[in-house]
């Protein structure tokens, strides 16, 4: 099975995976106490000539490489007592299925139907390997958490790319954002309020089940498994929820609790020691058309303040914008989730702000407009146009955070492999004969690890 388990290929990964290790299932290498599958490395292979069709024989070599790689951190790790957690794997899991969910407008059937398993039995297939990931990338980080690079190494970096090698950047901005959640009435908080007291009763005269109204009325993705957010620890939940529910006992059934997310009741399943197994019913009150309009005057008299300079931007993020968004702590600036940067390519950004900044002068401010948040939340923004690029040959002056980032991501890759090779000769390696003609492989055949 792949390490890094992509959401984007995993139901490619899932069924070719399951397809192919009927057939193959032949042991290729071992690394220190870690077994490398011929299945491993054909499924990877197979994934890649999706993508790019005309694939070199060689790429295997490269693919055996990565994982080999993946294999010695794994085994470092292990060595090295790095824990992953059973809670933090299931959170990931969870995060993983809700995702897949998603893409297949949460229809649990289809879902089904389309692995030929249950929720359940596609975790328990991906579980051991989720927990490898992690521990994987945690040595990583531990290995690679000294590594950094001076100016002057930039410098020397950039200076190294040949002239007729620098890369062309297209036209690029940076966008900032005041982002305003709309607020719902006390008329529809009370009558959420109100629901969930009735309901609560429902359930408490045993007129119906927890599970079969969480079902029916939750709005969120524990609605599928009739509210149940399975086994916690403290510190996993929003601190009034987790308040009102470490107070309950089994079987109980809180109040009506508020907190970020809306209204809740919850039921008490099981507790153990320090864990709790809580299902709960979660309602948010409706945001009516007054409500929108409301918010949308409000960050109407944000931006004029901000063109009359009554107020500077960073002090208006600060008073009005949302919290939660991630521009909030970067003074409003957002980032690109592709890059990690705050440059933006106009191809990655979201419709209604290119069209909304398409002809904006630099230092612009727009109007507030509404857009769904990824929770399908309406909200409303503010976006003011920060920077604009024209199409140039990279410069160190103009792109030194990219020739920067470039520069770290290289001295990583020589980190690495040394880090490989200083290891390579205190671990045992074990490589079948079938990868001998792979020139990249030889490293992890040398002194006392080459075959006799």
């Known amino acids: 099975m792949k390490y890094w388990l992509s959401i984007a290929f995993v139901a490619f990964t899932l069924t070719l995976g399951l397809a192919q290790r009927e057939v193959i299932d032949k042991v290729v290498a071992t690394v220190g106490g870690e077994l490398i599958l011929l299945s491993e490395v054909e499924e990877q292979y197979a994934l890649m000539k999706s993508q790019q069709e005309d694939m070199p024989e060689s790429a295997r070599c490269r693919i055996m490489d990565q994982i080999m790689s993946s294999k010695l951190m794994l085994n470092q790790a292990k060595l090295d007592s790095i824990m992953v957690g059973d809670e933090e794997v299931e959170a990931q899991l969870d995060a993983r299925i809700e995702r897949i969910l998603g893409f297949m407008n949460n229809d649990v059937s289809q879902f089904e139907e389309y692995y030929g398993q249950t929720i359940n039995e596609v975790k328990a297939q991906f579980r051991e390997d989720l927990k490898n990931q992690l521990m994987i990338e945690r040595m990583r980080g531990q290995v690679l958490a000294s590594v950094t690079?001076?100016?002057?190494?930039?410098?020397?970096?950039?200076?190294?790319?040949?002239?007729?090698?620098?890369?062309?950047?297209?036209?690029?901005?940076?966008i900032g954002e005041i982002v305003h959640r709309p607020t719902p009435s006390e008329e529809m908080k009370e009558k959420t309020v109100a629901f969930l007291d009735s309901l609560r009763s429902t359930i408490v005269a045993g007129e119906a089940t927890f599970a079969d109204m969480a079902r029916k009325y939750s709005e969120d993705g524990s609605a599928r498994a009739g509210g149940d957010l399975g086994w916690a620890k403290r510190g996993r939940y929003v601190p009034e929820f987790e308040a009102a529910a470490f107070k309950l006992e089994k079987d109980e059934i809180s109040p009506v609790i508020e907190s970020e997310f809306g209204y809740h009741i919850i039921l008490m399943q099981e507790r153990r020691g320090n864990s709790i197994r809580v299902s709960h019913i979660l309602l948010k009150p409706e945001i009516t058309d007054e409500d929108l309009q409301a918010a949308r005057s409000l960050l109407d008299s944000v931006r004029q303040l901000i063109v009359d300079d009554s107020i500077t931007w960073s002090l208006a993020v600060k008073r009005f914008s949302n919290e939660d968004v991630q521009s909030y702590n970067n003074d409003g600036r957002m980032v690109n989730p592709a890059t990690g940067n705050t440059f933006f390519e106009i191809g990655d950004l979201e419709p209604d702000i290119y069209f909304t900044i398409d002809t904006m002068e630099v230092g612009g401010i727009s109007s507030p407009f509404m857009f769904r948040a990824p929770t399908g939340e309406k909200m409303f923004r503010l976006v003011q146009l920060q920077s604009r690029t024209s199409p140039h040959q990279a410069d160190l002056s103009q792109d030194y955070s990219k020739i920067r980032q470039a520069a770290i991501e290289a001295k990583k890759g020589d980190f690495i492999a040394n880090w490989v090779r200083d290891r390579v000769d205190a671990t045992y390696i074990d490589l079948d004969t079938m990868y001998e003609g792979c020139p990249n492989l030889q490293k992890w055949l040398k002194d006392s690890n080459a075959r006799p």
């Open 149 to 174: 690079v001076t100016p002057s190494e930039v410098k020397d970096f950039f200076a190294s790319i040949p002239s007729d090698s620098l890369p062309y950047f297209n036209s690029e901005v940076e």
